[in-house]
């Protein structure tokens, strides 16, 4: 079984930043491709970014390209996503994923491991 635990959520201010973990535990991280979801009230959970096993290959949806950045540290079993320039239009909950299967994948359905998700609240 997989642990998998977001911090770093929180409340700011349109323009700024904050920069989300995700922690695994409990199998090998290294073996798994990792996406950030997000979603807001009303709407559906959407894919925002994938990072394959190595960190050598990223995704992002395109509204976000420039503004997100996902990293991996295998060491620390960790996967990090950078928000900048954040707007009121990002306030959702923020979900991390893991997938066993090689690839990426921008639905839900492709992942095997979730996390609890964490609160992102931009303020306009």
């Known amino acids: 079984q997989v642990q998998v635990v977001e911090s770093g959520g929180g409340l700011v201010q349109a323009g700024g930043s904050l920069r989300l973990s995700c922690a695994a535990s409990?199998?090998?991280?290294?073996?798994?491709?990792v996406a950030w979801f997000r979603q807001a009230p009303g709407k559906e959970r959407e894919f925002v970014a994938y990072i394959n096993w190595s960190g050598t290959t990223e995704e992002y949806v395109d509204s976000l390209k420039g503004r997100f950045t996902i990293s991996r540290d295998n060491a620390k079993n960790t996967v990090y996503l950078q928000m900048n320039s954040l707007k009121p239009e990002d306030t959702a909950v923020y979900y991390c994923?893991?997938?066993?299967?090689?690839?990426?994948?921008?639905?839900?359905?492709?992942?095997?491991?979730w996390g609890q998700g964490t609160q992102v609240t931009v303020s306009s």
């Open positions: 994923a893991l997938r066993g299967l090689s690839g990426t994948n921008h639905y839900p359905a492709g992942y095997d491991y």
């Open positions: 409990g199998r090998t991280f290294s073996s798994f491709g």
